[in-house]
């Protein structure tokens, strides 16, 4: 258990819609990042948040947003989901130092129809 | 830009034979080099990493990464595999340029290794 929760763990909308995805990071990890993963992307990072500070923006549309909360917990975003959306979305946090490897959820599998 | 290459889309290998995953980066400054690793419908396992020392990195279940600098690669290997190895296996590369926490990882495409009975 990687201490990374994710929710939900999977959710079905129909295009056009907003959904909400949720990440609580590894108890003392001040750094939180979000991944994409689709087939024929591999794994794109998204964004990442520092004690509540955006820090590093990656392939994030415009449609997409996220912020981390004064807890560390975070929530990202999507709106007029298109079916191009559909992906495995993964929340991972990092203590922040050089050597601090990040630690995954399982993430969130959005199917948009 | 930092970036991640795994040239092979998938590495096979008999069960007991040594196993390479390959991996070639690209930074403007020091590397900080990841091995992590996917099972199926799983998040992400961090596996082993390079900051900066001994070429040779030792990681979980076995595994060890072999750095070269002149080749710019870090590519993973195990003596012997085994069939639960079979996995999606990543690269990464921590960006550590900027300051205040700002830590851009770049992931590569991955490699399914298929480790055969």
């Known amino acids: 258990d990687s201490g990374v929760t994710q929710t939900p763990k999977h959710l079905i909308t129909a295009t056009g819609q907003r959904v909400t995805l949720r990440c609580s990071p590894r108890?003392?990890?001040?750094?939180v990042y979000w991944y994409q993963q689709s087939l024929d992307q591999g794994l794109q990072f998204l964004i990442q948040?520092?004690?509540?500070?955006?820090?590093a923006k990656g392939n994030i549309l415009e449609r997409f947003s996220a912020q981390q909360f004064p807890d560390l917990h975070s929530e990202l975003n999507l709106s007029s989901l298109e079916l191009g959306d559909s992906a495995l979305y993964f929340c991972?946090?990092?203590?922040?130092?050089?050597?601090?490897?990040?630690?995954f959820g399982n993430g969130t599998r959005l199917t948009v129809t | 830009a930092q970036s991640v290459a795994q040239p092979e889309d998938q590495v096979n290998v008999a069960e007991g034979n040594p196993l390479t995953v390959k991996c070639t980066y690209s930074?403007?400054?020091?590397?900080?080099l990841f091995w992590y690793v996917q099972y199926p419908n799983r998040g992400l396992q961090f596996l082993l990493k390079y900051i900066t020392g001994d070429n040779l990195v030792k990681g979980s279940y076995g595994f060890e990464a072999e750095f070269n600098k002149s080749q710019t690669s870090f590519h993973l290997k195990k003596p012997s595999a085994l069939v639960s190895d079979s996995a999606l296996y990543f690269c990464?590369?921590?960006?550590?340029?900027?300051?205040?926490?700002?830590?851009?990882?770049?992931f590569g495409i991955g490699t399914k290794l298929q480790v055969i009975p």
């Open positions: 948040y520092y004690n509540g500070e955006e820090r």
């Open positions: 990464a590369v921590r960006d550590m340029t900027g300051s205040g926490g700002y830590q851009k990882v770049t």
């Open positions: 991972a946090s990092s203590g922040g130092g050089v050597n601090s490897p990040l630690h």
């Open positions: 930074v403007s400054g020091n590397p900080y």
């Open positions: 108890s003392g990890d001040l750094s």
